[in-house]
């Protein structure tokens, strides 16, 4: 073999080596940071949506430095304030006990008043001689979930003696939490009649419940730290990080590749753009009826945020839109709607109401004018699509899979149109 | 609107391109040639600097070069190295740093060489102005060669950030076309006399 023919030979096996190490260690730091995609990715795609915005900033005049500095604070001030609206509402501990006695009362009152339930729990109407085994069943596994345990019923206890002479339980929620404490026995009775002799011990599932949602919580926020920060690097960037992947293209493929991310850049954008307007739609739609139908403003805010935020996935807002809003119906002890009718037993079918009109709205005013033909994927791909991810890689899997089916469609065909023009294939 | 037109100087700069390029006089191949432009030497300056010294950017102030830059892409082709293919979808313009670029056209089943352009010279402008428009003619690398490219993507992105900076552009473009334009015209009342 002649000298540069050896050469080219060991040009190659390096060339392969050093890319097979390349692509192994791209694949492991992926696969161990996995958790960190999601964070990323919103921080991009935010950064993404907000660019347009810089830019106008830009052409009235303001440095690139000011206008993304700008942006960054009033994004960190909308955060802190989304933050601090929730911590404002959120339930300490003390409240979350309350609540939780409060649900009880409630779900046992509309279980009776359902099934007809006389005192002694044991005879009922028609619908409970035919279900009541299987509901009974069912009412006492919801009903394990909401009951404190003995701990949680010392906390509770202790916070109605009060401190300092204050009282933090009233006397309302003290009576939901005698009548529950009474009903708890019977419905153990029956449980143990029901499913042999000892059934679950009451409230244990329930406080690992809440202790894993809250390790949960923590780890989920100290992972979107990656968000802000990816947010404002990419915020930065004026296109070198374009730039300098395109430099990497070799000359053949460079103009194909240009036209390519041009059209990703026009499906990402305007798809992007129109979820955000779409989603912040659903959410304020969610906002002013549930304030209609008497919910207070802070938890019709709230709820709006979630079904907003949440809508990302398809139909995934009107879900949660309406359970949040059938919870607060449940738990609701009065309501102050501008409609006259509403009153706390028929709020449940006003938000039920609510929900169908949002969906309606997102269908048929909502997607069409803000989406556009930026997304034509079937119906059914569409639920496939967000089944199959959903299964894969859990909520972010649902999340992301929408766009993923749509960029990934605009990247084959584009590409092979591309490829086909300029003869490469 | 009209153009005056300096007919001596314009037949000057053609024939002294010609003269460089060793090469048969013809019009297409005219077409091609920028008039000539006197810079240092372009792989030692910044992209800034060697925009700044290209004379069809005359208008741009430095702030404005300097986004026209970031938008630029430096590629470098090795010898016979081809940059487009005539029939290809037209998608940049090219301006040449460094080294030759040949432009050819196939005519009757062969490659007919043009022009052959030098530093400082724009070819594939028309990639800007008509979108479905092919490429009529094949450019390659003359050597190694260093060469910015802009593309319409590119060209969308300056008329979002800088209205302004991109009607300059469109100018300048503009007057690169009527230029050649000019040429043209020229060399066929030239011919028509002779």
Known sequence: MSDLGAMRVRRIVIHGALTLLALSAFVYLTWSLRALIVPLVVGVLLAYAVTPLVYRMQRWGLPHGVAVSLIFVVFAAGLGLVGSQIQAVWPDHETRLELRVRALYKVNQRYQALLGLDESQTKGNTLYDRLGDDLDRFMWKVREDLWLNPKEQEAFLEARAGRAGIRHVSDQVYDYYLADAALQEKAKKRASQLTGADSAVPGVRSTSVLGHFLSRLAEIISLWIVMPITFLFFLVDQGQIRKALLAMVPNRYFEPTLNVLADLNETVGSYLRGVILECSLVGITYMVLLWVVGVTPEWAIIIGLFAGIINIIPYAGSVLGLSLGLLYALLAEQVHPLLPFVNVGNLWLWILAVAVVARILDDIVFQPMVLGSALELHPLVVALGIVGASLLFGLSGAIFAVPTIALAEVFFKSSMRQLRAYSII | ?194
């Open chain 2, 1 to 194: 609107m009209s153009i005056r037109i300096d007919r001596e100087r314009i037949r000057g700069l053609l024939t002294a391109r010609v003269r460089e390029g060793n090469e048969k006089p013809s019009i297409s191949g005219l077409l091609y040639h920028a008039p000539p432009l006197r810079g240092g030497n372009p792989t030692s300056q910044s992209t800034i600097e060697f925009l700044a010294g290209f004379r069809p950017l005359q208008d741009l102030e430095k702030k404005e070069l300097s986004l026209l830059a970031s938008l630029m892409h430096e590629r470098n082709f090795g010898d016979g190295e081809t940059i487009f293919d005539q029939g290809n979808p037209s998608g940049a313009l090219y301006v040449i740093r460094s080294g030759c670029v040949e432009l050819s056209r196939k005519i009757a089943g062969k490659d007919v060489t043009i022009a052959t352009l030098a530093p400082n010279e724009l070819f594939g402008e028309l990639a800007l102005l008509l979108e479905e428009m092919p490429r009529r003619i094949s450019a390659k690398s003359r050597g190694p060669s260093v060469l910015l490219a802009f593309s319409r993507p590119d060209l969308a992105t300056l008329m979002v950030r800088s209205p302004f900076v991109s009607m300059k552009l469109f100018r300048a473009l503009a007057r690169v076309v009527a230029l050649r334009f000019t040429m043209l015209m020229e060399e066929i009342e030239g011919s028509s006399q002779e």
